[in-house]
Each structure stands twice: as C-alpha cells, then as structure tokens.
C-alpha cells in the first residue's frame, strides 16, 4: 500500500510538470519536494530513530510548501516582464527567506527572473540600504534612491524605488510625513497599478499609526490621572472621613474611565494588527525600532542562555553573593524551603554589608511569606535594615473595593522574575524561586523544564531595573515594616542556617556546626541537612562561570504592567515579530489559552505559508488543570483555523515551565510570559528578546531537544471535512481527565485561567 501511494504521487507530480513547463525555480523545487518526500519515507521504512524521522518529515513538508508556492507564482505571474517588477500579487507561500534584502515579502513578492531584470545601480542601492549598518545609517542610500528616481523619472522601476524610499522614511527615520509624501507620489503615470494600489493601503495604515498613537497617548494621560487620584485617597486619614470618602468615588470614576479606554484601545488594536499586518517589516528591523522603556540600548550585551536548573541557581548564587553596591529581585513565586530560606539569607547578609536592597514579591504567589502575622516573619529581618525595602504586590485588600467592576484585578499579580545587581548584572525567565525550578529532575522528578538568561550590560541592567521601579513604585506594592506586634519569631538563625547549608552543598562540602549555634540554629540546619541530602546534582558549584558559551549581541527589555496600568509593549512586539517573521516560528510554553489578537495573529502567519512549530504541556505533564482544560477546548480549532502548524506536548515525565520564542534563526525572546489572558491581559510581565542568530540557534535547539523527547498532536479530516482526532489530549490522560473535560466545557472562565 505505502509504495502504491508513493507511486501514485511521484505519477501526479510527474504529470504536473509534463502539463505546465516549470521555470528552474519551479523545476529546482521540484526535484528537491520529490527527493526529500522520498527519503522521508526510506526512512519509515526503515525504522530509523522517530528524532531522525520528525526531522526529515519537516524537511520535506517545508519542499513541499515551497514547490507549490513556487509552482502557484508561476501559474499566476508572468514575471518575464519588467513592466510586473509594480504589480506582483502578494503570496501566500513560504518563499520568503529567499526574498533579497530589497524587498519586503509582506508588502509584495517579485520573481527570480524580475528581481535579476533590476538595474544593477538599484539594486544596489537597494542592498545598501536594508542592509543592518544600512539600516542603522541609511541616510546615504536613502539620498542614492530619491537621485536614481530623479534620473528615472519616467522608468519603469520608478515607482518601486518610490516605494522602498517611502518605507525608508517610515521604518528607518520614523517620518511618517515624508513616508506618505512620497507614496503619494506613486502612481501618476500609472494609476491602476497594483503598486499605486499598494501604496494607497500602506498611507491608510500610516493614518491609522497616528490613531493607534493617540489612543496609546489617552490611556498613559487616563493612566497618570486614575494614579494621582488613588495616592490622594491613601494618603487621607480616615480621622478626615468625608474627604476620604469623596477622594475615592472621585478615584472611582477616573479608574472606571481609565478601564473604558483601555477596553476600547484593545478592540482598536485587533483591526490596527488586521490591517497592518501586511506592511510588517522583518523581525530584525522590529527589533530595531523597538524602544526600551528608558530608551536605552545595548548592541554588545553579553548573554547566556540558561536552561540547566541547577546552573540557573548557580548563576543566582554567584552574582548575589559577589554583589558589591545593590541588589533587586523581584519574583512571583518565592517558597519557604531551602531554595527560599537561603536567598532571602544572602540579601540578609548582604543588608548587614549596608548594600542597597529592594525586594518585591506578588501577594498571591508568595502569600506564606507576605500575609500580616502570620507570614512575614522572615521578611521582616530583612526590613529591620534602613538600607532596605521589601514590599508586597497588590494584596487583596488593596482591590475590594473595586471587584464588583472587574473581579481581575483581585488576581492581578506581578508575574515578573527579576534579578538586577549592582547595576550590571541582569537575570530573567520563567524560574521561581523553589526546589521545583532548581533541582534536576534525577534528583527531584517534580522538577520543571525552565529557560533563564543571565546578561551583563549596564545598559539592559537600567532598563530592567526601570520596569522594576514601575512596578515596585505603584500604588498597590504595600509597605512591609519591622513591627514587634506583626514578627511571630525571630527568624535570623533561620536565613543564616540555610545560607550555610546551601552554600557548603553546591560547593561539595562538608558542613561544619559552628560552635557557638543556638538551638534555632541547630534546628534549622539539620532540617536542612536532611532537605539536601537527596540533591547530589546540585554540587557543582566550585568554578562555575555564569557566562561560559555566552553571546555578544544586541539585547532588549520589553515590559508590560498588570491589568492596573497602561503599557503591554509585550504583546506589541510578539506579535508585530509574528507578522513581519519570514521563514519560521518556534514557541515554547507551558499555558496555552490563546487570545484572540494572539489567535489572530498566527492564523495571519499560517495562511502566508510560515511554518510554526509549538511546545507545550499535555494533560499528563501540566501542573495546571484550568488552563489545560482550555487548550484541551480549542486544540482542533487551532489545527482547522491555523495552517502550517505542529503541536508536540510533553508525555508527562517532564513539566514545561520555559516561555521562549525563536523568530526566523534570528530573535530569540526568553521571559516570563505566557499564552494566555492572565498574561495578555491581567499580570505583570516582563521578557528579554535578544537579536544574535547563534543565540537563536541555542534556544531553538533547547526546544527541540524537548520536541525531541514529546508527542505530537495530529489530526485528520472525515468524509464530510470534519476534524478527526488522530492523536490529541485524550490520548495522553493525566489525572482528574473527567474534571479536565467539565472544566473544557466552561468558557468563560478563559479570561481569569
């Protein structure tokens, strides 16, 4: 049966090209479809290792995609022409990797046999100016292009040197003005060319730039305002009860404002992203024009990605301990066991030194250290120093009194992992602060697979430190105070036990009592003695370089606030990358409840022939049943809606922690935010994309490491042209599977998961 299907389409292949003569592009593609389709199957049949397989079916679904592209152009263009160089159609393949730098595949697409008929002079131009110190000083090249147009006046290629000026303008010099002058310009001598049409589109979409501008302008004035107004509430005594009272009904009205807009912005955002989608640019120059929030920048920060649990505690120990001036760590999640007694003993340490320390954690996350009485203990040794704050994010009692508006912001937390030293050194990812980030899974089988990276750049230190201030400075992060009524305990032995224990651990040593440890002291350590006595991979600290096997490349931090304030330049730039991505996406993330401007998106992506490649969690392997109820909703939509798409899912050995991106072999985004609303929409989050292909190249062979190790979701279609399971959630139950279906069944709760 499988050599009569494969002979069958070698013969249908075969009389495809006898009817329509291929180009050599065409041709070319062809025989590359043909030759990988069958050692794809030599390989099935010969059983090869299924990591061999998956990567030789990729190989051949990725010729196949690009002959039918290829063959399509050709059915549709007659690209001998020059006269067509203005008015090619745009595709829907995946042939825009072989695009030369002169052109835009979002915007249009021109043939081999076009792009060879340009003139030499142009097309030179044209490969200065998008070149990356081209883009970065184009002002040469932009001045070479308005002369070759002026002296080409009435030729043919006229208007599309035209065209590249004008996205120039937009994209390189941020001109707007002088970008929709000159496309003003195109067309005079050709009005109906679908260039000229092109061009028309592309002056809407800058108007509707300078809407999405304003819109973004009203919610930071609403923003500021609402802000302004609630400091004034809190910082009226309740002795003053009037004023109190009508502080906050005014404090009321301007949030109910502020949530308004924002409501409104979102839904203006869906038809910005639709209509401008086409005129993405690559994800190199998105990452150009992205701005950081202090508008700083760093082309040569060294980065080293960390994957490894045991070395991303390694890399927190040694710059925590060598911190010489300041220290800011900033985690959703930070748990009272070895991992948590020992960090929060060296800041303890360090605080004794006189540094400067600054630690914000999420009222919901880390709740056994932050409640009042009963929590704070162990933070508030750490407060009895001047030289130090600690404060609590948005505890309950800072919202109740807005829930009946919008119950989110009762849960709204700052998901943020951070850690800034000394102004220098930065970490971030996905990792907690707990045994589950740092233990490997031989010495702990609860352990997640996470994605850290550490950066030193004084640079990338600032701006990560502006998006702590943001958040560490609102309204809602709380005070904690040493106060003798609200300390149980004395808790100092405690964070001294464990910063001993956990330091003559990693480094293989033996510990030593000290002889003059009291009775907490000796309490605490030998229960932490008999904490660590399993962890026999976690003692290989002794030498260890944080950034061995680094990368020097350009780094940016994007931020976004919770649901409590105005910037989501996260979601922003995601998908402005997934738009402008010309060869490959790759994602890795353990939440998967796509929203529908992430949705959107991808389907945006699928449908021009990019191939996106997607590591999750499955029901076995996720440490969240709610959100894995809502993929388990949504995973054949995604297959029916999104083409060009493949699932693989851990079996349930492993749990996916990490939240990585991997943006054509070029970006690389490592951080903490996940695919769903709680991110979207509700949480603080903050990640770090860096612009380095051998960067790129790491993370993305991390991930296939894990696709290597994962199933892959598949399906098939009926009769009639349904959606048929072939292999999905269902086939891989974790426990609670009847819950896991109830939950499925109840969507509105997509929004708070």
């Known amino acids: 049966m499988k050599k009569l299907l494969c002979l069958m389409l070698l013969l249908n292949l075969f009389l495809i090209t006898e009817n329509t003569p291929l180009s050599a592009d ?9 030759s990988t389709y069958q050692a794809y199957r030599n390989a099935v049949n010969e059983k090869k290792p299924a990591s061999e397989i998956l990567e030789l079916l990729e190989t051949y679904q990725n010729a196949k995609a690009a002959y039918e592209n290829s063959y399509n152009r050709q059915k549709t263009q007659t690209a001998v022409e020059p006269a067509d160089v203005q008015t090619q159609p745009t595709s829907s393949g995946s042939t825009a ?12 697409e021109y043939s081999a046999a076009t792009r060879a008929k340009l003139p030499t002079g142009l097309q030179r131009i044209l490969d200065q100016l998008w070149s990356e110190p081209g883009r970065k000083s184009p002002d040469q090249a932009m001045k070479l292009l308005s002369t070759f147009i002026d002296s080409n006046s009435n030729s043919q290629y006229a208007d599309l040197a035209r065209y590249e000026l004008a996205k120039a303008y937009e994209l390189l010099k941020e001109d707007a003005a002088s970008a929709e002058k000159v496309l003003n310009q195109i067309g005079r001598t050709n009005p109906h060319s679908r260039l000229a049409a092109l061009a028309k589109e592309r002056i809407r979409f800058l108007n509707a730039t300078k809407q999405y501008d304003q819109w973004k302008q009203a919610l930071n004035s609403k923003y500021e305002t609402s802000r302004e107004s609630y400091s004034k509430y809190l910082n009226t005594s309740w002795l003053a009860f009037p004023v109190k009272v009508t502080r906050w009904i005014g404090y009321a ?4 404002s502020f949530d308004k807009t924002q409501n409104d912005y979102g839904k203006f955002q869906i038809w910005y992203e639709e209509l401008g989608a086409r005129f993405a640019p690559p994800v190199e120059i998105t990452f150009d024009r992205f701005k950081a929030v202090n508008n700083s920048s760093d082309d040569n920060a060294e980065v080293r990605l960390v994957y490894s649990n045991s070395e991303a505690w390694y890399t927190r120990w040694k710059v925590l301990n060598e911190a010489r001036q300041s220290i800011d760590v900033q985690y ?27 630690l914000l954690l999420d009222a919901r996350g880390t709740k056994k250290l932050t409640r009042k009485l009963l929590g704070q203990d162990l933070l508030q040794e750490l407060t009895e120093y001047p030289n130090v704050e600690v404060k609590t994010f948005n ?10 508006k919008d119950p989110r912001k009762l849960i709204a937390s700052n998901h943020d992992k951070i850690i800034v030293v000394d102004e220098e050194y930065a970490i971030i990812g996905g990792r907690n602060v707990s045994m589950d980030y740092f233990l490997e899974p031989a010495d702990h089988p609860g352990a997640y697979r996470d994605c850290d990276v550490i950066i030193k750049s004084h640079e990338i230190a600032e701006q990560l430190d502006y998006a702590f201030d943001e958040e560490f400075s609102k309204p809602v992060s709380y005070s904690i105070a040493k106060e003798l009524w609200g300390n149980v305990d004395i808790m100092s032995d405690y964070l001294k036990a464990g910063f001993d224990v956990m330091n003559t651990h990693i480094n293989n040593e033996r510990f030593v009592m000290p002889r003059d440890a009291n009775k907490k002291y000796l309490k605490a350590s030998a229960d932490f003695l008999k904490e660590m006595s399993g962890y026999d991979n976690l003692r290989a600290y002794t030498g260890f370089d944080p950034f061995a096997n680094s990368v020097i490349a350009p780094v940016k931090i994007i931020d976004k606030h919770s649901i409590k304030g105005p910037r989501n330049d996260i979601t922003d730039q995601v998908i402005r990358y997934i738009d402008g991505c010309q060869s490959e996406i790759v994602i890795q993330n353990p939440y998967v409840v796509l929203t529908e401007r992430m949705f959107n998106a991808l389907k945006r992506a699928g449908k021009r022939g990019i191939p996106i490649r997607m590591h999750t969690n499955s029901p076995a392997s996720t440490d969240s049943l709610a959100t894995q109820a809502m993929f388990y909703a949504d995973w054949k939509r995604i297959f029916a809606e999104i083409p060009n798409i493949r699932i693989f899912v851990y079996k349930g050995a492993n749990k996916l922690h990490a939240k990585n991106w991997v943006f054509d072999h070029k970006i690389g985004v490592v951080g903490t935010y996940n695919l769903d609303y709680l ?10 994309a860096i612009k380095s292909k051998e960067f790129a190249e790491q993370l993305r062979s991390g991930i296939f490491d894990d696709i290597a190790i994962s199933d892959e979701y598949q399906v098939g279609y009926s009769s009639t042209g349904e959606i048929e399971s072939i292999k999905g959630p269902d086939d891989l139950p974790g426990k609670n599977f009847w819950l896991l279906k109830f939950i499925s069944k109840l969507s509105f709760l997509k929004k708070i998961i």
């Open 332 to 358: 959703f999640i930070m748990d009272k066991d070895i991992f948590g007694y020992s960090m929060l003993g060296v800041l303890l340490q360090k605080a004794r030194d006189g540094l400067k320390i600054r």
């Open 97 to 108: 990797t072989r695009v030369t730098a002169a052109v835009n595949a979002a915007d249009t």
């Open 395 to 404: 505890p309950v009692h800072s919202n109740l009194l807005m829930v009946f």
């Open 253 to 256: 009205g301007k949030q109910f």
């Open 679 to 688: 991110s979207e929409e509700v949480n603080s989050e903050v990640v770090a």
């Open 26 to 34: 065409a041709r070319s593609d062809y025989e590359n479809y043909v």
